[in-house]
């Protein structure tokens, strides 16, 4: 099975090595990783978090200059990194297909799509797509406790005892054996029994439960409803609601303790934010559907199942 070229992809991508980005978020736990880590080594700044329907943002900072981290940005000229599907056939590319040039998306980079290996796509994080990529040139040490954090970010945990031998197919493409590669420390460098790591994870959710208030989502930032409209942030002020702030902070300090990787406050901006709201869509995959939702030039796109292509509209073309 052929590896992934590290070298060509940060030919292509020098970007993604580079000091002192502007970055913009998905507000969950992934994102949240993504941030921690590319702020502590390469000095990255988090501008503000989109959840596909909501974009939050500093003003007077522009986000065709930021990076979006954990989602993949359909625009040529605006740099992201994902591990969404996003591709139907690839026998049948769209026209405007190169607006993903720019897009580090993993399930892009093993040319894999909707139509023939939906059952084999990415299983893991975006955090583990990145710390495979630093790693080639940086030294990046896996502590003992980052693994329960590493393993429950978008339940990679299931996935690896629900999907065996995809997830070592994955690896495998990822150079996950290799001794630079952080990867091997996290999936192949034996830290826990499985009873140690049961007992971890149990830890690890109670202090996410903790971090709740005893409630669901304390592992996330929740920036708008199920109807698209902004939640736990006053519209008119900007202002992030003071609990889902210190919660989200809680979980950053708590990432940081377990990772290692500094959660370095003035690097992280927490509003006031100018709020962008877009026209957030669900269709049910085809060819004729997918080829007509692509014309309509969405700004982000992911076929999350047999039965959604979840897709966002920007009408007013703010990143256009």
């Keep these: ?52 329907k909501i974009l ?3 003003d007077r900072i522009d986000p065709k200059n930021c990076v979006f981290l954990d989602i993949e940005i359909f625009r040529s000229n605006i740099k992201s990194v994902g591990q969404h599907m996003v591709l139907y056939d690839k ?21 894999y799509d909707f139509k023939n290996n939906f059952k084999l796509k990415y299983p893991l994080g975006t955090i583990h797509l990145l710390l495979a990529i630093l790693g080639q040139n ?19 945990f299931k996935n690896q005892f629900n999907y065996p031998e995809n997830c070592l197919s994955w690896l495998e493409f990822l150079g996950a054996d290799k001794d630079n590669n952080p990867l091997k420390k996290v999936f192949k460098d034996p830290h826990y029994s499985t009873h140690e790591l049961m007992v971890e994870l149990q830890d690890f959710f109670s202090k996410i439960n903790i971090i709740g208030g005893g409630k669901r989502g304390g592992d996330k930032m929740k920036i708008s409803d199920s109807k698209g409209n902004v939640k736990n942030i006053n519209p008119s002020t900007g202002q992030l609601e003071d609990k889902t702030k210190s919660q989200a902070k809680a979980f950053l300090e708590m990432l940081a303790g377990k990772t290692g990787w500094a959660f370095t406050p003035v690097h992280w901006f927490w ?36 039965l959604s292509i979840e897709y966002t509209l920007d009408e007013n073309g703010v990143l256009d």
């Design 1 to 52: 099975m052929p590896e992934i070229d590290y070298e060509a992809l940060l030919v292509k991508y020098p970007w993604i090595i580079e000091r002192d980005k502007d970055c913009i978020l998905s507000p969950d736990s992934d994102g949240l990783l993504c941030g921690l880590l590319m702020s502590h080594y390469l000095g990255w700044k988090i501008r503000g978090f989109y959840d596909g």
């Design 56 to 58: 939050i943002l500093k």
């Design 91 to 111: 026998a049948n590319l769209p026209p405007n297909w190169n607006n993903f040039d720019n897009c580090i998306a993993a399930n892009n980079l093993r040319n």
């Design 138 to 156: 940086k030294n990046i040490p896996i502590l003992k406790h980052a693994i329960s954090a590493l393993l429950y970010t978008d339940g990679v």
């Design 271 to 306: 509003g006031p934010y100018k709020i962008t709201k877009f026209k957030k869509g669900s269709i049910k995959p085809g060819k004729a559907r997918y080829n007509t939702l692509l014309t309509q030039n969405p700004l982000s796109l992911a076929i999350i199942s047999g």
